[in-house]
């Protein structure tokens, strides 16, 4: 981003987590409380980016190995005759899509756990940061009425 610029930056999406990155704003007078707030929106990110990055990983390599193996036991390969990608039709990637999402159930639920609790401390800090703001514009105005 610019370096006059005041506002975080979204990127385009990433090549391996398909979430887009953020490039968060540091205010030149960042307060204690604002930089625990930036640092854990910052962690949950890269926590975010790691678990996606990850799960793509795993679920595009066990997609192949299915399609491949039920191809292989239709004996059919990986490419038709004419180059192109050999597919299975609808029915038989729903076998597989409902498989991996059983067999990752506890990953995914150990993550809505994680990410609620993250969630929560942005939510909470947010809270805080907007009332120290608050209450500093507050005494503000009563200092400049006062005057």
């Known amino acids: 981003p610019p370096a006059h610029s005041h506002n975080d930056w979204i990127g385009p999406p990433d090549k391996h987590s398909n979430l887009r990155p953020v490039i968060f704003y540091v205010p030149p007078e960042e307060s204690p409380l604002e930089r625990r707030l930036r640092e854990a929106r910052q962690e949950a990110q890269a926590c975010d980016q790691r678990f996606w990055a ?4 795993t679920f595009h390599q066990e997609k192949e190995e299915f399609i491949y193996s039920r ?30 999402l ?33 209450l500093k514009w507050l005494r503000w105005k009563k200092k400049n009425v006062g005057n």
């Open 102 to 134: 059983s067999k990752n159930f506890r990953k995914h639920m150990q993550y809505n756990r994680d990410w609620y609790k993250r969630n929560f401390t942005i939510t909470f800090l947010m809270g805080q940061v907007a009332l120290v703001r608050a």
């Open 54 to 57: 990850r799960h793509n990983r």
């Open 71 to 100: 191809l292989k036991a239709k004996g059919l390969e990986m490419r038709d005759e004419t180059g192109q990608k050999a597919t299975l039709n609808a029915e038989e990637m729903a076998d597989f899509y409902k498989d991996f």
